[in-house]
């Protein structure tokens, strides 16, 4: 019999997620940072209006900042090499489940593209020996679906 999360009370662990970027093959990733949205703030005031003691402040643009992805290193990673290099923009969504792998949550980002890409350093003297993939996502807008 599986877990059930109950809603209001338990917490969505940062161990049981999935990346799905549109028209790539599944592919998993170890870790993702946070995804930020943050505004502008438009501050305007009428230098003849005497009761205006202070600023006038309405929203201004959002702004995405970058997403990074990283994972161990695989063998065959031509399909994100080939996206690194033609930039097309794809949707990508960070899908939090729970431990039965049911969807609990999804963060999508829209009209991403590949900033950087990495192939991972070399260190013979490495306690683990493993190298690291990391992508770092530019994404125009998010939301939650």
Not at 16 to 45: A, C, H, K, W
Not at 79 to 106: C, H, M, Q, S
Not at 127 to 132: F, I, L, M, R, S
């Amino acid at each position: 019999m599986g877990v059930s999360l109950r809603p209001g009370v338990d917490v969505i662990s940062d161990a049981t997620y999935r990346i799905d970027i549109e028209n790539l093959p599944e592919m998993g990733f170890s870790t993702f940072s946070e995804v930020q949205v943050s505004g502008n703030t438009i501050r305007y005031r009428e230098g003849d209006d005497p009761m205006q003691m202070g600023w006038t402040k309405q929203p201004g643009l959002s702004d995405v900042d970058n997403v990074t992805l990283e994972r161990g290193a695989v063998i065959d990673q031509s399909y994100l090499t080939e996206w690194g290099a033609n930039k097309d923009r794809r949707t990508v969504d960070i899908v939090r489940t729970d431990p039965n792998g049911d969807e609990v949550r999804r963060i999508r980002l829209y009209s991403c593209y590949p900033e950087t890409y990495s192939w991972g350093e070399g260190d013979a003297e490495s306690e683990d020996g493993y190298a690291v993939e990391k992508l770092v996502l530019a994404c125009e807008r998010a939301e939650e679906k």
